[in-house]
């Protein structure tokens, strides 16, 4: 198979729009535990950006499904790579999770899943205080998870960019020859 050299336009554009969504949404739903000023603001913006980044992910899932990836530098440690795609793997699962989790939180608890313009989504679970109970804390704890992931994939892109010096960082940053 003939492995590009950067990803493609659209995995680049989906890749930095994603994270300053997600980033935003890390803050918007912090801000939602503490404020009880700005909490339903912060609610009515935190579900519509939740189904975006859902919806996003699905096209960046497929995406990467249809495309083939720039290799790792041959170099590299195996237990790096191994990190590498694991934690990519995890963060396609947290995207996807994270709202979906959300969704079936707010159907169990008999919630209305609003959208902006007074749009409503569907509940996609049955109303049950049991079912909420188990998931609302479940998608805080996925929350920390998926900004530990963050960090570390943060981290490691700038080892990549900073100390190894190779063009891992400049795969997803800028684009090239295919």
């Given at each position: 198979?003939?492995?590009?050299?950067?990803?493609n336009?659209?995995?680049?554009v989906?890749?930095?729009?994603?994270?300053?969504?997600?980033?935003?949404?890390?803050?918007?739903?912090?801000g939602?535990?503490?404020?009880?000023?700005?909490?339903?603001?912060?609610?009515?913006?935190?579900?519509?950006?939740?189904?975006?980044?859902?919806?996003?992910?699905?096209?960046?899932?497929?995406?990467?499904?249809?495309?083939?990836?720039?290799?790792?530098?041959?170099d590299?440690?195996?237990?790096?790579?191994?990190?590498?795609?694991?934690?990519?793997?995890l963060?396609?699962?947290?995207?996807?999770a994270?709202?979906l989790?959300?969704?079936?939180?707010?159907?169990a608890?008999?919630?209305?899943?609003?959208?902006?313009?007074?749009?409503?989504?569907?509940?996609i679970?049955?109303?049950?205080?049991?079912?909420?109970?188990?998931?609302?804390?479940?998608?805080?704890?996925?929350?920390?998870?998926?900004?530990?992931?963050?960090?570390?994939?943060?981290?490691a892109?700038?080892?990549?960019?900073?100390?190894?010096?190779?063009?891992?960082?400049g795969?997803?940053?800028?684009?090239?020859?295919?």
């Amino acid at each position: 198979m003939n492995r590009p050299r950067h990803f493609n336009l659209l995995a680049r554009v989906l890749h930095w729009s994603m994270a300053l969504a997600i980033l935003a949404m890390l803050f918007v739903g912090a801000g939602m535990v503490v404020s009880l000023q700005y909490r339903a603001p912060l609610l009515d913006l935190h579900r519509p950006l939740g189904i975006a980044i859902l919806l996003l992910a699905i096209v960046r899932l497929a995406n990467r499904l249809a495309r083939p990836t720039p290799p790792l530098p041959a170099d590299l440690p195996a237990i790096q790579k191994f990190a590498a795609h694991a934690s990519h793997w995890l963060l396609y699962g947290l995207m996807l999770a994270m709202p979906l989790i959300g969704w079936a939180m707010l159907s169990a608890g008999g919630y209305p899943i609003k959208m902006f313009g007074g749009v409503h989504l569907p509940a996609i679970l049955p109303h049950s205080p049991e079912v909420y109970g188990m998931l609302r804390p479940l998608h805080g704890v996925l929350a920390y998870v998926l900004f530990a992931t963050i960090l570390a994939h943060l981290g490691a892109a700038l080892f990549h960019a900073w100390v190894r010096r190779d063009e891992v960082f400049g795969q997803m940053a800028k684009g090239g020859p295919q």
